[in-house]
Nanobody
Framework: QVPLVESGGGLVQAGGSLRLSCAAS????????VGWFRQAPGKEREFVAT????????SYADSVKGRFTISRDNTKNTAYLQMNSLKPEDTAVYYC??????????????????WGQGTQVTVSS
């Protein structure tokens, strides 16, 4: 089990930036892919970005590509999501999660076992 805690959410104007953090309390954090997902009111949870164990490979949803950057620092057991050029449609609760070691699909909600409590991001127009 890898307990995760997100932070860094808040209210920002369109065009602004936020940096989310995902802190794990377990040293085994580096064993896992980390994903960021988001869920807007009335919508399903959706994939945002994922990063492999070493941080050498990343993948993004088309809606955030070029604006968001996922990264990790395994020495700090922490992953990050830098969000730039934010839009009102980015408003959602953002969650980080660690992927099941045996799940092949890095973009599927169902591939991720352990989730944080979420952090609210609100982008005003």
């Amino acid at each position: 089990q890898v307990p995760l805690v997100e932070s860094g959410g808040g209210l920002v104007q369109a065009g602004g930036s936020l940096r989310l953090s995902c802190a794990a309390s377990e040293r085994t954090f580096s064993y896992y892919y980390v994903g960021w997902f988001r869920q807007a009111p009335g919508k399903e949870r959706e994939f945002v970005a994922t990063i492999n164990r070493s941080g050498s490979s990343t993948s993004y949803a088309d809606s955030v590509k070029g604006r968001f950057t996922i990264s990790r620092d395994n020495t700090k057991n922490t992953a990050y999501l830098q969000m730039n050029s934010l839009k009102p449609e980015d408003t959602a609760v953002y969650y980080c999660a660690t992927k099941n070691l045996h799940a092949p699909d890095t973009r599927s909600v169902g591939s991720y076992d352990y989730w944080g409590q979420g952090t609210q991001v609100t982008v005003s127009s």
